[in-house]
Each structure stands twice: as C-alpha cells, then as structure tokens.
C-alpha cells in the first residue's frame, strides 16, 4: 500500500483499511482494526484489541490499547472502542477495559483528546468531547456529550459527567458532575452551571431560565437533596434538560453528587 510508510511496522494479523494512512515509524499489533481513513501520523503504537473509526487522526506517540494500568489485569481479552472523527494529540494514552468495568474502554466520535491526556481502563467518553492538555480519567469514569475538561484536571475513579458539564483546569474532580454544570477546585466544587457552552450550542434562553431555576432550587439550603430533587421533578416535569439532570442525581452510583462549596450554597 502505497499509504503506509516504508518505516511502519504493521502485524500482518491486523486489519487495515486499504484507504488508511500510517506513517513513519508507527507500530500496529495483531489484534488492532484500522476502519476507513484513519491517520496514524509518526511513531504511534496502537496495540491490544483496538479498534479506531475512520477519520481518526492520531499525533506522534500516542500510546493507544496498551495494557491497562490496573495490577488487578491478568491478560483478559478486553477491548478498546475508538469512534470517527477523533483527533488524538501527541503523549496521549489510552487503555483497554477489564475484567472489573465491563471488558471495555470506549470513546465516542468528534473529540479532541489534547497533548498529554490519559484515558484509563473502563472509561466511557461519548461525542464531541474536549479532553484539554494532560486531563486524567482514572478507571471507570463515564463523561457524557459535549463535556469541556480542562487542562491538567483529573477525574477519580467511577466518576461520571453529564452532558454539557465544563470541568475547570487543575480542578481534581472525586464526586459525580451533573449535566449543564460547572465545577471547578481542588477538590472540586459545583459553580453553577455551564451558561457559556449553553449559549454557545444555542439553547434557548427559556431553556436556560428553567435551568437556572431548578438549579437554584435543587441547591438550596432547605431540606433533604433527596427532597429538593423531587421538587424540582414535580415542577419541571415536561423540560428535558431539567430531568436530565434529575434522572442523573437518581441514578445509581458509587459517588456522590459534586455540591457547592458552602459559601456558596442556595
């Protein structure tokens, strides 16, 4: 193929597509399956069970489907899911799934993975998702639609981020984030919601009132958060984004909810 370069070491085992493009000194295991026209650009190795997406363009030494940084792994034959249209900056790492989290790591489709991001075993980054300079996720962290996680944050293990959720730079994220929220510090703490990603994706200003409403009453110092939150269900029962972010309170999960900071409850 006149599309690899002559540099590339390439298992015959693997399966890449007549239409991909491999560049200098990338190495690709057994186990790897390169769909349409991804771009490998120098010095990538991409191992494991991995597949990639077409479009997916991948920078010099990245490291992707290598084994999990897990002293639990014993070899198992998890897999790791890269969608289309990914970029993947340079240094990034990015790990396969274990026997623990479902055998599966998975990324979505249009992110951007900035210099230095990890992405650890078990997690699962859906669409349009921004992962800025040397942002970690440790294992098992689920982030949803259009999230911004800031440069040099990190995500403790189990974590999950609703859609529309902006994580401040160097923030050190340990309890869930909900949908159209903003959290920023160490550790990090909910800061309203995310008004500049709302406008920017064009929600309407009604849309955002609601928002803005049930947040206030979900956060506010009466009650139980249990109890504020079946408020805001009764009250907000036909807006979508509102019971996105009740449904995502309720759901089952080994973290608690990220809150406001004290000073800056209700």
Same mark, same amino acid.
């Given at each position: 193929?006149?599309?690899?370069?002559?540099?590339?070491?390439?298992?015959?085992?693997?399966?890449?597509?007549?239409?991909?493009?491999?560049?200098? @000194?990338?190495?690709?295991?057994?186990?790897?399956?390169?769909?349409?026209?991804?771009?490998?650009?120098?010095?990538?190795?991409?191992?494991?069970?991995?597949?990639?997406?077409?479009?997916?363009?991948?920078?010099?030494?990245?490291?992707?489907?290598?084994?999990?940084?897990?002293?639990?792994?014993?070899?198992?034959?998890?897999?790791?899911?890269?969608?289309?249209?990914?970029?993947?900056?340079?240094?990034?790492?990015?790990?396969?799934?274990?026997?623990?989290?479902?055998?599966?790591?998975?990324?979505?489709?249009?992110?951007?993975?900035?210099?230095?991001?990890?992405?650890?075993?078990?997690?699962?980054?859906?669409?349009?998702?921004?992962?800025?300079?040397?942002?970690?996720?440790?294992?098992?962290?689920?982030?949803?639609?259009?999230?911004?996680?800031?440069?040099?944050?990190?995500?403790?293990?189990?974590?999950?981020?609703?859609?529309?959720?902006?994580?401040?730079?160097?923030?050190?994220?340990?309890?869930?984030?909900?949908? @159209?929220?903003?959290? @920023?510090?160490?550790?990090?703490?909910?800061?309203?919601?995310?008004?500049?990603?709302?406008?920017?994706?064009?929600?309407?200003?009604?849309?955002?009132?609601?928002?803005?409403?049930? @947040?206030?009453?979900?956060?506010?110092?009466?009650?139980?958060?249990?109890?504020?939150?079946?408020?805001?269900?009764?009250?907000?029962?036909?807006?979508?984004?509102?019971?996105?972010?009740?449904?995502?309170?309720?759901?089952?999960?080994?973290?608690?909810?990220?809150?406001?900071?004290?000073?800056?409850?209700?």
């Amino acid at each position: 193929m006149t599309n690899i370069h002559p540099t590339a070491i390439i298992n015959p085992q693997a399966e890449v597509s007549d239409t991909a493009i491999i560049g200098p @000194y990338c190495v690709i295991g057994p186990n790897v399956k390169l769909i349409g026209d991804v771009e490998l650009l120098s010095h990538v190795a991409v191992d494991g069970r991995t597949t990639i997406g077409a479009g997916t363009k991948a920078f010099p030494f990245s490291s992707i489907g290598h084994q999990p940084q897990d002293l639990k792994y014993n070899g198992e034959p998890s897999e790791l899911v890269i969608g289309e249209n990914n970029v993947i900056r340079e240094h990034v790492t990015i790990n396969p799934g274990t026997e623990g989290g479902g055998m599966l790591t998975q990324i979505g489709n249009n992110c951007l993975l900035m210099v230095g991001v990890h992405v650890g075993h078990d997690c699962k980054i859906a669409n349009h998702v921004v992962l800025v300079n040397n942002a970690t996720l440790g294992g098992h962290v689920e982030i949803d639609d259009f999230v911004v996680f800031g440069g040099l944050g990190a995500a403790h293990q189990f974590v999950r981020i609703g859609k529309h959720a902006m994580i401040g730079g160097m923030s050190a994220v340990e309890n869930d984030v909900i949908p @159209y929220g903003s959290v @920023y510090g160490n550790r990090a703490h909910l800061n309203g919601l995310n008004l500049i990603g709302l406008k920017r994706r064009g929600f309407d200003r009604d849309v955002i009132h609601a928002l803005r409403n049930a @947040y206030r009453l979900l956060f506010a110092n009466e009650g139980t958060l249990n109890e504020r939150v079946d408020d805001v269900a009764e009250l907000f029962n036909d807006n979508e984004p509102v019971m996105e972010i009740v449904n995502f309170i309720q759901a089952e999960s080994s973290r608690a909810i990220c809150q406001p900071a004290l000073e800056h409850a209700g």
